[in-house]
């Protein structure tokens, strides 16, 4: 008679909402066809009626709210606390595993929104108002290789993107965070940590003229897919080499976010 008492059961991915692949390949045609529109010289107008009402309507105490709240989508910050909360949960349960979100979330992150802000050399709108004081039409196109690096990195946000996806770690630690003092995280709690933040930083990081709305656009699309994607990995169940540092007693993730 074959023992079965150490065969694991299939890995099996962890749902999301929307259920199914195609809203991710819906995601990826959107950002592409956004590119190609771009490159194509398409929207250009609305990008620039966007850039020029929120440069006629920036009082100072406005533009300092929006560079506060701006700070919402800071990536390195966001990383550090990401990563602390896991460390941090994986100590008190005992379990390597609230690390690994942090950890693919950086490395999903660190590949993506780089290089394809680098392969796009698209300018921001205040590159005309400041270096390298291109003119404004200038500071619309993509694929501008000729500019330096620091002058061309504005498509895709990288401030939305990053706050979507570190925002969508945050929520799914929190519930295993809190379950391990004894507490319960509301839904409208974890659905305010995954949605406001990466609002107000697309609207902010618009609104002050450091992104065309097509870059925040496309930041917001890219960062929902890569959401998706952390989101569909069972990570109470993903194989780690080697004997587990610590035993594990209990699922973290099964009924989290």
Excluded at 241 to 255: A, D, I, V
Aim: aromatic share 10%; no cysteine; glycine share 6%.
């Amino acid at each position: 008679m074959r023992n079965t008492a150490g065969v694991r059961e299939p890995v099996r991915l962890r749902p999301v909402r929307p259920a199914g692949w195609w809203y991710d390949v819906l995601l990826l045609a959107a950002l592409v066809g956004l590119t190609v529109a771009l490159t194509a010289h398409h929207l250009f107008d609305v990008d620039r009626a966007v850039a020029d009402w929120a440069q006629a309507h920036r009082p100072p105490v406005a533009y300092w709210v929006a560079r506060v709240l701006n700070l919402l989508g800071q990536g390195t910050p966001l990383t550090l606390i990401a990563a602390g909360l896991g460390v941090l949960l994986a100590v008190r349960t005992r379990s390597i595993r609230p690390v690994l979100p942090a950890v693919v979330a950086f490395v999903l992150t660190y590949l993506t929104i780089g290089p394809l802000k680098v392969w796009t050399a698209r300018p921001a709108p205040s590159a005309s108002i400041k270096e390298p004081f291109l003119s404004p039409e200038q500071t619309l196109p993509l694929f501008q290789e000729h500019l330096p690096v620091r002058f061309a990195q504005s498509y895709p946000s990288g401030h939305v993107a990053n706050a979507i996806v570190w925002y969508g770690v945050l929520a799914l630690l929190l519930a295993p965070l809190l379950r391990s003092y004894g507490r319960t995280v509301p839904p409208r709690l974890v659905l305010a940590i995954r949605v406001l933040p990466p609002l107000i930083v697309l609207s902010t990081t618009t609104y002050l003229g450091w992104h065309w709305l097509t870059d925040s656009v496309a930041g917001l699309l890219l960062g929902l897919f890569l959401d998706r994607l952390l989101h569909r990995v069972p990570w109470d169940d993903v194989p780690l080499p080697g004997r587990p540092l610590w035993s594990e007693r209990t699922r973290l993730f099964t009924s989290g976010p």
